[in-house]
Nanobody
Framework: QVQLVASGGGLVQAGGSLRLSCAAS????????MYWFRQAPGKEREFVAS????????YYADSVKGRFTISRDNAKNTVYLQMNSLKPEDAAVYLC?????????WGSGDPDYWGQGTQVTVSS
């Protein structure tokens, strides 16, 4: 089992920044690719970003490319999502996830493990 705890969400003005964290415990963190997803009210869950086990490769949804950065610190068992130039349409519950396989754009189905989510609200 891998337990994931996301934090760092909050209320920010449009154009502002937030840094989300997702702390992992349980099995060996570096064995898992990590993902960030988001879900806004009334909308389907959306892939945001992914990072390989080593952290050397990343991939982003077009909607966040150039504004968001995913990174990981395997020594701290933590994955991050730095979000800059936030827009009202970025408002959602952000969820981190872990999977033994790396799929850059994720695709369909559920990752092996989900975190509980952290709320991001962007005021215009």
């Amino acid at each position: 089992q891998v337990q994931l705890v996301a934090s760092g969400g909050g209320l920010v003005q449009a154009g502002g920044s937030l840094r989300l964290s997702c702390a992992a415990s349980g099995r060996t963190f570096s064995n898992y690719a990590m993902y960030w997803f988001r879900q806004a009210p009334g909308k389907e869950r959306e892939f945001v970003a992914s990072i390989t086990r080593s952290g050397l490769s990343t991939y982003y949804a077009d909607s966040v490319k150039g504004r968001f950065t995913i990174s990981r610190d395997n020594a701290k068992n933590t994955v991050y999502l730095q979000m800059n130039s936030l827009k009202p349409e970025d408002a959602a519950v952000y969820l981190c996830a872990a999977d033994k396989q790396y799929y850059p754009r994720w695709g369909s189905g559920d990752p092996d493990y989900w975190g509980q989510g952290t709320q991001v609200t962007v005021s215009s």
